[in-house]
């Protein structure tokens, strides 16, 4: 019955594109900044009212997926010695199913949203460098991110998809992501905006040298027939530079997700609705990044206090496994608690709405400072 909520929401997404392909933007245009935000509220709008349903459909068991996706910490069996073996008539622990969880649901929804969405900020700015490098006109740049998010949508449900089992399977995984978020937390901080460089992708080698290209952007279309061979247009090109450069952003926001909620079905509406408005906010942000440099750092907190907050979830149980190594818990490691280390969804949204307003506010304000200082002084002006 789960899969009815999955089905109907894929309906829903694939709804929105074709309208936004077939009526909103069937020709090719410039979006101004005005219609940008617009479209960019609109799309908040519908975030915010899917985590309303997302709140009572979890919060009244529909479909059962509350119940299945239910947070469950159960005890940790106890410790054993070298060679020790429980014995064989010890009752597994009991599940309780908990009751009502529209709050927790909601809230890691939100709080997954707003992670991947303010991540778009940076995505927004290589997109942005992408498309001036290869010199594409303003309006056939709308195409290009639609059928850009629209490859991102396919290749994110597949990332979730397989991080989801990975998750379920192999709890120790969750430390592998910890790792990588703390890892690219400090990465946003100390690499150089001028480093990235799309003639270096491993896939744009590979398309000039496998694929015939024509040359020069001089319509929308991906392909073009000259003298009746088929070519790849630069447009094309610009294409898969795009769908690798989310890849790797994927790689990044995805686990952060994973360590907000391991609901799959969270992660990945979550991931898609964020996906969603990123074409909007590119229109309407992507000649005003200049402005939001101090926003990089509290991406860079955001991923770190993620990561960390992955790894001192499975910390407690290094407690045990250190009793069976050393048949006691050394003195070294007396630290390690004895209760798994949970952050509460709200406390982790409340610092992460913090970390960005504290970057969004230190942006403007220091903008604001900057462009008043390069005014000139009316009144340093000469008099008669």
Same mark, same amino acid.
């Given at each position: 019955m789960i899969a009815l909520l999955w089905i109907g929401f894929i309906v829903f997404v694939l709804v929105m594109l074709a309208l936004d392909l077939f009526v909103v933007n069937r020709k090719p245009h410039v979006i101004n900044v005005?219609?940008?935000?617009?479209?960019?509220?609109?799309?908040?709008?519908?975030?915010?009212? &899917?985590n309303v349903a997302v709140y009572y459909i979890y919060e009244h068991d529909w479909l059962g997926i509350g119940s299945k996706f239910a947070v469950i910490n159960l005890p940790d069996p106890p410790a054993l010695g070298p060679g020790e073996t429980p014995p064989a008539d010890a009752e597994p622990p009991k599940l309780r199913i908990p009751t009502g969880q529209g709050k927790r649901a909601a809230t890691e929804f939100f709080t997954g949203w707003l992670i991947e969405y303010s991540l778009s900020?940076?995505?927004? &700015?290589?997109?942005?460098?992408? &498309?001036a490098h290869f010199q594409v006109p303003t309006r056939f740049q709308h195409r290009v991110l639609f059928w850009g998010i629209l490859g991102a949508l396919v290749l994110r449900g597949i990332m979730i998809g397989l991080g989801a089992v990975l998750v379920a399977n192999f709890e120790w995984v969750l430390y592998i992501f910890g790792v990588i978020l703390v890892y690219t937390g400090v990465k946003l901080v100390t690499q150089k905006e001028e480093d990235f460089d799309p003639e270096h992708g491993w896939?744009?080698?590979m398309a000039r040298r496998l694929l015939p290209i024509s040359r020069g952007i001089s319509a929308e279309r991906f392909t073009a027939r000259i003298d009746g061979k088929l070519f790849f247009t630069p447009l094309f090109i610009v294409l898969l530079v795009v769908e690798t450069t989310d890849v790797v952003f994927a790689i990044d926001s995805i686990?952060?997700?994973?360590?907000?909620?391991r609901d799959p079905f969270l992660v990945f509406t979550s991931n898609i609705f964020a996906i969603m408005g990123l074409r909007s906010l590119y229109f309407a942000l992507a000649a005003l990044m200049d402005k939001f440099k101090f926003v990089k750092f509290s991406l860079a907190f955001i991923l770190a206090f993620v990561g960390v907050k992955m790894m001192l979830e499975g910390v407690h149980r290094l407690r045990p496994v250190s009793a069976r190594l050393f048949g006691e818990v050394p003195g070294w490691l007396d630290w390690l608690p004895t209760e798994q280390v949970h952050i509460a969804s709200g406390v982790s949204l409340g610092i992460i709405a913090a970390a960005l307003t504290v970057g969004v506010g230190t942006s403007v304000v220091l903008s604001r400072r900057k462009a008043q200082a390069r005014r000139p002084e009316l009144n340093d002006e000469p008099t008669e």
């Open positions: 005005r219609a940008a935000l617009g479209w960019t509220g609109v799309c908040i709008v519908m975030a915010l009212a &899917f900020m940076d995505n927004i &700015f290589v997109i942005a460098l992408i &498309f896939v744009l080698r686990p952060a997700i994973f360590g907000i909620t």
